[in-house]
């Protein structure tokens, strides 16, 4: 279709003309694919939108980005339509739209693929004896798109459904439970105890007719917290929608409301061998409102006797074995990294009690030191402030130095950080044919700086900016943080001089947004600089850091410059 053309068509939709090309794309077809486009959140992804000019060739020099799709997305979608009218069966619109996307938004098989294979490794990690993790969801499934939730599913293993009212053989520490499926919506169930009866699992359910029934709502309520505090249908989640948790259960045997499944007539999928694997393994129940139990403001706030999460350390000699056991390099490096992050969180929960002797608490000191050795492989310098956390709590100063100094040479500007742009020098970093040879996850041990986390019972955090209620993690930016663990060195060591230098670089790297883009970052880094100011006696600059960190981020539960301040009124 000529320029002439085209124009023509244009002047007559503005017009209302009723005059329509065979061929030409109606509003509604142009609206509906326009709004599934859209959907696929592409704002801010300047870099697709040129390649997708370049695609369809309709690329302008003066039309770039966001700006240069909406106004060209008639044209360009419209010459789609006229491909699709003109080609062959294999060359459709909805062909062209998923080459698209697989090509530059969700990412190549391999990319999609890694996902996938790092979420099943570390899966496997944190799953334990009582609860089975799962990361579900398009991320579970391989797919980064902005604006999506985290999926995850914990299944629990102490309970357990079955379709046989009267049990011959049962695990003595396990609770079992039969679905009744009477007067209730396809596809759903009530949960009735018949086997297993013990205190801790009563408390999770409800009496109705002489019976126990599971109890959704208080299964919910006992894994509700400060951060997981919204009940979204089965899921627990953040109040920012970043977040699903849901807990399942694991039915072995098909239940009469799944077994239809199994006998449905297929086509091409799925395969005879997919399906009798998924028989074989069972079905997962989930956790869904409670219909005649509609009384859940009334739930006991009490916590629960019940842990979904395991709570012990793990299993070293298993985790090695999963290492061991990889078949490719890559799966390897992958169940290397998710090995130094346990590590790494182990080591925040080593707690000690001075009522040990000396042998035990050497002992001690050597098993934590090893831990924190080993998560220094999950990124550029996390592991290692973590190191100079232990080192900082056990008075050992000028150990801490050392460790931060060589932490804070680390920190070059070619490493990446959440949120950080591509730029000329990570273009001219990866020409290097040796460094690309490295593979994703070794680039990422080398290049990527992430937070500082520290739990909400960790015995790694510094006296001084623990407060005596913590109910969520601190997140810090690590050379904010560097910054920060020297001045307090200094402060010990009654070095002034050097407190006052890295108190100024600490205040100039917060002011500059060293390694971190996001507002709670900085909120937090203002909060560090607060303590630092209430330490050396400066409370009128104390007051106004904490009101600057609250201005940045004033969520109450998460900025805990609101109780530093009112512990200052």
């Not at 609770?175 to 086997?195: C, M, Q, S």
Request: glycine letters at 4%; aromatic letters at 12%; charged letters at 20%.
């Amino acid at each position: 279709m000529s320029d002439m053309e085209e124009e023509t068509l244009d002047l007559a939709g503005e017009q209302g003309t009723s005059t329509r090309n065979p061929h030409e794309m109606s509003n509604a077809d142009l609206f509906s694919l326009l709004k599934t486009y859209m959907d696929t959140r592409l704002s801010g992804i300047e870099t697709s939108f040129c390649r997708y000019y370049a695609y369809f060739g309709e690329k302008d020099a003066s039309d770039t980005g966001a700006a240069g799709f909406i106004q060209n997305s008639s044209k360009i979608l419209h010459k789609m339509w006229l491909e699709t009218e003109r080609g062959n069966a294999t060359s459709t619109m909805s062909i062209k739209l998923y080459d698209y996307l697989c090509q530059n938004i969700v990412g190549s098989v391999d990319h999609v693929r890694l996902i996938r294979l790092m979420n099943a490794t570390k899966d496997q990690n944190n799953s334990s004896n009582e609860i089975t993790t799962i990361t579900s969801g398009s991320f579970g499934e391989g797919l980064e798109l902005q604006g999506s939730d985290t999926d995850v599913m914990f299944v629990v293993h102490f309970i357990e459904v079955t379709d046989k009212k009267k049990l011959h053989d049962y695990h003595f520490a396990k609770n079992y439970f039969f679905p009744v499926t009477d007067d209730v919506k396809p596809g759903f169930a009530y949960l009735r105890l018949i086997e297993g009866v013990t205190i801790r699992h009563v408390l999770l359910c409800r009496s109705f007719e002489g019976h126990l029934y599971l109890s959704s709502a208080l299964v919910k309520q006992g894994v509700i917290s400060n951060r997981l505090s919204v009940v979204h249908g089965p899921c627990v989640s953040d109040k920012y929608g970043g977040l699903d948790y849901t807990h399942c259960l694991h039915s072995k045997s098909w239940i009469t409301t799944a077994s239809k499944w199994v006998t449905r007539s297929t086509s091409s999928w799925p395969t005879s061998e997919v399906k009798q694997t998924v028989i074989d393994h069972g079905v997962l129940v989930q956790f869904n409102a409670d219909w005649f139990f509609n009384d859940f403001k009334k739930i006991s706030k009490s916590k629960l006797l019940i842990t979904m999460k395991s709570e012990e350390p793990m299993d070293y000699v298993q985790n090695l074995q999963l290492v061991f056991s990889s078949k490719t390099k890559k799966l390897r490096h992958i169940s290397l990294l998710n090995m130094a992050q346990n590590c790494f969180c182990i080591a925040q929960t080593m707690h000690l009690s001075s009522l040990h002797c000396n042998k035990y608490k050497y002992e001690h000191y050597k098993q934590c030191l090893c831990y924190l050795l080993q998560s220094t492989h999950q990124d550029a310098v996390t592991g290692w402030l973590m190191l100079a956390s232990f080192f900082y709590e056990k008075k050992q100063y000028n150990k801490t130095l050392y460790v931060l100094t060589y932490s804070l040479r680390k920190c070059t500007r070619e490493k990446l950080y959440f949120g950080a742009m591509y730029s000329d020098v990570h273009r001219g970093l990866f020409r290097f044919e040796k460094f690309r040879k490295l593979g994703m996850i070794r680039i990422l041990r080398i290049l990527f700086i992430s937070v500082v986390c520290f739990t909400p019972e960790s015995c790694l955090i510094p006296g001084e900016i623990k407060l005596d209620v913590d109910t969520i993690p601190y997140l810090l930016p690590s050379v904010e943080y560097i910054h920060f663990l020297t001045f307090l060195c200094h402060y010990h060591l009654y070095n002034i001089r050097n407190y006052q230098e890295s108190l100024g670089e600490l205040r100039l790297t917060i002011e500059e947004n060293y390694f971190h883009s996001v507002r709670w970052a900085n909120a937090n880094a203002y909060d560090c600089l607060g303590v630092a100011f209430q330490i050396i006696g400066d409370l009128e600059s104390a007051r106004e850091v904490f009101v600057r960190s609250i201005d940045l981020d004033p969520d109450q539960l998460m900025n805990r410059s609101f109780q530093r301040l009112a512990m200052m009124d």
